[in-house]
Each structure stands twice: as C-alpha cells, then as structure tokens.
C-alpha cells in the first residue's frame, strides 16, 4: 500500500520529468516545500505534450489549499498556459459576457465545478488503482459531488480503506 511516507519529494526537474505520475504526487504530500513545486513545473514546461495539463490537473486537484495557492503562483509567475478544457470554456464564456463580474463569477464557479470534476475523478482513479470493484452507485455518488471538502476527505480515505463502506465512514 502506498501512503504518504512511501512518496518521496522530488526536487530534481530531471527525475520529476522522468516520472511526471510520482512527481504529482509529491506534490500533493510534498508540496509545501517550494522546490517540490518548481520542480514539477520545470519538468512540465520542458516536456509540454498533451499529458502535462493533465499531470498539473491531478496534482492541483489533490493538493492541500495552501499548495494550491502555491501551485498557481509557480505556475503564473512562468509562460506555463495550464488550463483544463472545463476551466477554458467557463474563462472564455465569462469574457465573452464582457462584464467583470460575469468573468469573475464564470471562472470562479467554473474552477470550483472544474476542482470538484477532477476530484471525484481523483478518487475513482485511486480506488481502481487499488484494485476496488465500483459499483455504479458508488460511481455516481463520488462523480455527482461537488463538495470539495467531502472529496478531499474521500480520496485521503480511498488511499487507504480496507474496504469501500470503510471509506464512506467518518472514521475512515
């Protein structure tokens, strides 16, 4: 079972670009430490391709807020252009409404709608991971949440849960 002392933080560009998936994740356990973070957005700006959005996607999603916060700075403070398709529409919606409100309440649902998708996306993927046969209705109660905390507290549980009702338990 991997847990939070299995992933180590990685702060070599090269080592992060060699594994993008672990480098994720170490962002996510790790990412308080802003070398962590540099790294990884080292790593994706040099090896750019249709699979970096994604790795910065998953590891925004499963990051703590502070790391986020983090995470956009890095990541703003380059030429880095990481947008998910979800987070572009509802940018270019709001623009297209032309008002500043419209444009600050489209991108800040659509990033809070965009957070929740890949954080139910998140879980699903590390419950499969795991080896853990999801039944449709379990499927769609993780897929239909949009409560971020709930999510956040699902896929710590998911990491790991002996079993899937364990998971859905506050105790974990």
């Given at each position: 079972?991997?847990?939070?002392d299995?992933?180590?933080?990685?702060?070599?560009?090269?080592?992060a670009?060699?594994h993008?998936?672990?480098?994720?994740?170490?962002?996510?356990?790790?990412g308080?430490?802003?070398k962590?973070?540099?790294?990884?957005?080292t790593?994706l700006?040099?090896?750019?391709?249709e699979h970096?959005?994604?790795?910065?996607?998953?590891?925004?999603?499963?990051?703590?807020?502070?790391?986020?916060r983090?995470?956009?700075?890095?990541?703003?403070?380059?030429?880095?252009?990481?947008?998910s398709p979800?987070?572009?529409?509802?940018?270019?919606?709001?623009?297209?409404e032309?008002?500043?409100?419209?444009?600050?309440?489209?991108?800040?649902?659509g990033?809070?709608?965009?957070?929740a998708e890949?954080a139910?996306?998140?879980?699903?993927?590390v419950?499969a991971?795991?080896?853990f046969?999801?039944?449709?209705?379990?499927?769609?109660?993780?897929s239909?949440?949009?409560d971020?905390t709930?999510?956040?507290t699902?896929?710590?549980?998911?990491?790991?849960?002996?079993?899937?009702e364990d998971?859905f338990?506050?105790?974990?």
């Amino acid at each position: 079972m991997l847990g939070p002392d299995g992933i180590p933080p990685i702060t070599d560009p090269q080592q992060a670009a060699e594994h993008p998936d672990l480098a994720a994740m170490s962002v996510m356990v790790h990412g308080r430490d802003r070398k962590v973070i540099e790294a990884f957005a080292t790593a994706l700006a040099e090896t750019g391709g249709e699979h970096a959005p994604k790795y910065y996607e998953y590891a925004y999603s499963m990051s703590a807020p502070e790391i986020r916060r983090l995470l956009e700075e890095i990541m703003t403070s380059t030429d880095w252009p990481v947008y998910s398709p979800f987070a572009r529409e509802h940018f270019g919606r709001g623009k297209a409404e032309g008002k500043a409100e419209g444009k600050a309440e489209g991108k800040a649902e659509g990033r809070v709608e965009g957070q929740a998708e890949e954080a139910a996306r998140s879980v699903l993927l590390v419950l499969a991971a795991r080896g853990f046969d999801i039944p449709d209705g379990t499927r769609v109660r993780i897929s239909t949440c949009t409560d971020l905390t709930q999510l956040e507290t699902w896929l710590t549980h998911a990491a790991t849960t002996e079993t899937l009702e364990d998971m859905f338990n506050e105790s974990g």
